[in-house]
């Protein structure tokens, strides 16, 4: 925990603070029959049972959510921080009854046995947000009756259309992968249309060279690249390439690319490089 990360985390927390009240909103009112009136009001969700990965600044941002949205929270970090979000945890709760928040309205949960007890508490638990991999994901949707918020592999995809902008695209690449490689939304996967494949500057090679010169300095086996055949959808598996810095490999299997957000997770978070309006991403 850096300075200037510590800074960048009080900051939002200011900025979650400061923004619009967000409990007690009406979002629609319609009149059912006479004398009955139904209204959609934004409430909190409840107790949330938040398992996140070893990255201390998770803790913060977590927890400036959910006070701020009315939640209760139970915190599982990852073991590998575990006296940082302890430390973490201290000081945010110490502040919280001067504001009229109770302490215990945030509890960390140590211990993988007291996670496995708490998933049986589908009574007073109302959702679990695992944030982590994949195999961690379906173990908790596996083992509780607790509605589960997950994700999967590869949600973060940026395609380079056949129209797309390449000076644009390669700052976008390199700054969705390099401005903050940890989070979540940082990019996975670069799919490319097969026609800015051999195109020199005026292609592919020009978002790969940006990638993997500094700043970017991106490890060329950290970022699959898939070859999009047609612009109207995905591509036979075999026709596919997995493309590296210093090499261009075969891939192989026979289903479809249809299957591929499937096998390495949906479009969570999808950018195309596109300049002409007409462009839509394949679902």
């Known amino acids: 925990m850096k300075p200037g990360k510590i800074a960048q985390l009080a900051a939002g927390a200011r900025q979650i603070a400061d923004m619009e009240e967000p409990l007690g909103r009406q979002l629609s009112k319609m009149k059912v029959a006479d004398g009955l009136t139904l209204e959609q009001v934004t409430a909190p969700l409840g107790v949330l ?118 000076a644009m695209a390669a700052k976008l690449a390199v700054d969705s992968k390099t401005d903050y490689p940890a989070a979540c939304n940082a990019l996975e996967t670069l799919l490319v249309h097969k026609s800015l494949i051999g195109k020199g500057k005026d292609g592919y090679e020009a978002v790969a060279a940006a990638l993997v010169a500094p700043p970017g300095d991106v490890r060329a086996d950290a970022l699959e690249v898939l070859l999009e055949a047609a612009h109207r959808g995905w591509i036979d598996e075999d026709r596919c390439r997995v493309c590296a810095r210093s090499q261009v490999a075969r891939a192989s299997g026979s289903r479809s690319v249809d299957d591929r957000p499937d096998k390495h997770g949906r479009l969570h978070f999808f950018a195309a490089t596109n300049t002409e309006k007409r462009f839509a991403a394949p679902r």
Do not use: W
Not at 113 to 129: N, P, S
Not at 131 to 136: A, D, Q, V, Y
Not at 137 to 142: A, E, G, P, Q, R
């Open 49 to 166: 049972l938040i398992i996140f990965e070893s990255r201390p600044d998770a803790l913060p941002q977590i927890a400036s959510l959910a006070i701020r949205s009315g939640n209760g929270l139970l915190l599982k970090g990852g073991k590998e921080a575990a006296k940082t979000n302890a430390i973490l945890h201290k000081i945010i709760v110490d502040c919280m009854p001067a504001y009229g928040v109770a302490r215990e309205c945030i509890v960390l949960v140590e211990g993988r046995e007291a996670v496995a007890d708490i998933l049986g508490l589908h009574d007073v638990v109302d959702l679990v947000i695992p944030r982590g991999s994949n195999s961690l994901v379906s173990y908790i949707s596996n083992n509780t009756k607790i509605p589960v918020l997950g994700h999967a592999d590869g949600v973060c995809h940026m395609y380079l259309d056949p129209n797309a902008d390449i």
